[in-house]
């Protein structure tokens, strides 16, 4: 199975500050890479898939990027709404895998 | 309106079986694979397996000996069947979905139900 590593697991910002969450595969997964937020008692929400690929409906403010092993989320400029859990997820091979998670919290 | 929503009962006794059921609107279970994920509180998320749009099906092998996924398209429903529970089996299951014809990764999910394996 493919081993996500997720880091940090918890982050603390404040209001208008940039933030990167970082996911390494312990395997090449070709970019098959997707970044979902999660709020508490809600369905976790997509936010990037493949990589770099904006959902619809997503603010500009997240983006995505990476190749390889390597994957970073980045949130530009930190909204209210934006304090969450981030986690990723790879599917490129079976079983998808995740990683465990980062909890951004406000400062 | 896409949903998916999760049902079945919040307490099992251990060695029982737990039974699941998504049921899913806005979207055809023959043009979108449905999987089905647990997350055990505190830990982070395990893939279960999935019901494909042709109706085949794949595990995770760590389950594989316990799971059974099927489905019932007249109803829109996929079921999770899992035997032999333990008390490591508590958790947040969902159910999520993909589109079949790209390789895209899940997008909508359930909000989850909450099972707890106890005596």
């Known amino acids: 199975d493919i081993q996500m590593t997720q880091s940090p697991s918890f982050l603390s910002a404040s209001v208008g500050d940039r933030v990167t969450i970082n996911c390494k595969a312990s395997?090449?997964?070709?970019?098959?890479l997707n970044w979902y937020q999660q709020k508490l008692g809600e369905a976790p929400k997509r936010l990037i898939y493949?990589?770099?690929n904006l959902q619809t409906g997503i603010p500009s403010r997240f983006s995505g990027s990476g190749s390889g092993t390597d994957y970073t989320l980045t949130i530009s400029s930190l909204q209210p709404e934006d304090f969450a859990t981030y986690f990723c997820?790879?599917?490129?091979?079976?079983?998808?895998?995740f990683g465990a998670g980062t909890k951004l919290e406000l400062k | 309106q896409v949903q998916l929503k999760e049902s079945g009962p919040g307490l099992v006794q251990p060695s029982q079986t737990l039974s699941l059921t998504c049921t899913v609107s806005?979207?055809?279970?023959?043009?979108?694979?449905v999987h089905w994920v647990r997350q055990p509180p505190g830990k982070g998320l395990e893939w279960m397996g999935r019901?494909?749009?042709?109706?085949?099906?794949s595990y995770n092998s760590a389950l594989k000996s316990r799971l059974s996924i099927s489905r019932d398209t007249s109803k829109n429903q996929v079921f999770l069947k899992m035997n032999s529970l333990q008390t490591d089996d508590t958790g947040t299951y969902y159910c999520?979905?993909?589109?079949?014809?790209?390789?895209?990764?899940?997008?909508?999910w359930g909000q989850g139900v909450m099972v707890t394996v106890s005596s």
């Open positions: 395997q090449n997964i070709n970019k098959y």
């Open positions: 997820l790879q599917h490129n091979s079976f079983p998808n895998t």
């Open positions: 999520t979905r993909d589109v079949a014809i790209f390789n895209y990764g899940p997008d909508y």
């Open positions: 806005g979207f055809s279970l023959t043009s979108y694979n």
């Open positions: 019901m494909r749009y042709n109706g085949d099906t």
């Open positions: 493949n990589t770099n």
